[in-house]
């Protein structure tokens, strides 16, 4: 579920009971970072080391979190 702290900034927790908090703006810069390593860089073809490093390194939660803000901004299925 959502929280929205005092100051506008968007939490988000985990649906297995866990109550972790999900820094959504931090997540938003890892799917950035994704989609520039499957699309952009160098033209050199998918950076699949940092993929693998972004969601290797994320919680379920978090990796959650980075595929609705996917689909959100892409309309596309994603899945971790």
Known sequence: YKEVDRYGNEK??????KHENVDVEAMKKDMEAIEY????GIGAG???????????????AQR???EKLWNDKYKSYYKH
């Open 12 to 17: 988000h927790r985990s649906v297995d009971g």
């Open 37 to 40: 390593a499957m699309n952009g």
């Open 46 to 60: 998918t950076d699949e080391k940092t993929i693998y490093n972004i969601l290797d390194n994320r919680t379920e």
């Open 64 to 66: 959650a979190m980075i």
